[in-house]
């Protein structure tokens, strides 16, 4: 969660003081919300969040492709996906 009263900086404080904010970032865990004039242009996440961020998503649209092939009739009755699921599991 931000905290906006240290974790929102105008672009030119994030240019003059990179290191030391990215080290808040790192330690806090807590993306930095950059603003130019005022308004918030870009969200800074270190690799660790955004990697996380990106996994939620790809989730996300697979549950929504799931969800607009079941809406078009597509795919297979749960019952059987589970006896093909136990199949497999009994040959291993």
């Known amino acids: 969660m931000i905290d906006v009263t240290q974790d929102i900086h105008s672009l030119t404080t994030f240019k003059r003081n990179s290191s030391g904010l990215m080290k808040r970032m790192k330690k806090t ?24 961020v990106a996994s939620h998503l790809d989730v996300v649209a697979s549950i929504r492709r ?3 092939q079941a809406r078009k009739g597509k795919g297979r009755p749960v019952d059987e996906v589970f006896d ?3 199949r497999e599991d009994s040959i291993r």
């Open 66 to 68: 799931g969800l607009a």
């Open 29 to 52: 865990g807590r993306p930095l919300v950059l603003t130019v004039n005022g308004k918030a242009e870009a969200v800074l996440l270190d690799a660790a969040a955004y990697q996380e």
């Open 84 to 86: 093909e699921l136990e």
